[in-house]
């Protein structure tokens, strides 16, 4: 089993429809991410969660809405996307203490989304 | 801005052949950890090695190694005795040492091996 949790593995959507996606970790981590993933492209940092509180938020069209009821447990929403929202994401977890943390990203599988 | 560059998209190599996959980055930060990332078909993306930029000595795990130089702002990846199971997307990471949760990561460099 492993440490991050992602489903479903693959989701097909209308631009019209709204679908979640869930990620659950379980490594005891306080922190988690959503990535985008697109070929020949850096992975995006989407949104980050700290102790349950969202961190972070690079820009991210507002067609994409988090929520992270506990610190295991961390959703992504999704309504009216477009075409150029496909791609895979992933969720990751790590452990941030104060100060320093050089704890590494621990991944799930993703979910590979397609937007018709 | 923290950049992460790998300049080669596709590498391969023999079966049990050494390959070294580059990795620069551009920051002004004196401390800092980086981080190779392996992502096969199966998706998830798994740590290989990790460096911590204060420490001189080379991290290893195995098969796996690094040549930091960090005056040259260099992270490559060396994989000796390369094996089928090797065979992925390889990602270079770099984050700050300070609080932060922001990873920086390369485009990749996809390595085929040939048995």
């Known amino acids: 089993e492993t440490g991050v949790t992602q489903t479903p593995r693959h989701l097909v959507m209308g631009m019209t429809n709204k679908k979640s996606l869930k990620c659950e970790q379980h490594l005891g981590h306080n922190a988690m991410y959503w990535y985008k993933q697109s070929a020949k492209k850096p992975l995006e940092l989407m949104f980050v969660?700290?102790?349950?509180?969202?961190?972070e938020n690079n820009s991210v069209p507002s067609r994409f809405s988090p929520e992270c009821p506990n610190s295991s447990h961390l959703f992504l929403h999704l309504h009216t996307l477009q075409p150029e929202d496909s791609a895979l994401y992933l969720c990751?977890?790590?452990?941030?203490?104060?100060?320093?943390?050089?704890?590494?990203?621990?991944f799930g599988n993703g979910t590979r989304l397609t937007v018709t | 801005a923290q950049t992460v560059t790998q300049s080669q998209p596709e590498m391969s190599v023999q079966e049990a052949e050494t390959v070294t996959l580059s990795c620069t980055y551009d920051?002004?930060?004196?401390?800092?950890?980086l981080f190779w990332y392996k992502q096969p078909p199966s998706r998830q993306m798994i740590l290989v090695i990790r460096?911590?930029?204060?420490?001189?000595q080379n991290a290893t795990e195995n098969r796996f190694s690094v040549n930091f130089q960090k005056a040259a702002k260099s992270f490559s990846l060396k994989i000796s005795d390369s094996q089928l199971g090797d065979a992925a997307m390889y990602f270079c990471a770099y984050r700050r040492r300070k609080t932060g949760n922001q990873f920086y990561f390369g485009t990749g460099t996809s390595l085929t091996v040939i048995p």
């Open positions: 460096q911590e930029a204060y420490k001189q």
């Open positions: 990751a977890s790590s452990q941030v203490s104060e100060g320093t943390s050089n704890s590494p990203l621990h």
């Open positions: 920051t002004s930060e004196s401390d800092y950890y």
């Open positions: 969660y700290n102790f349950k509180e969202q961190t």
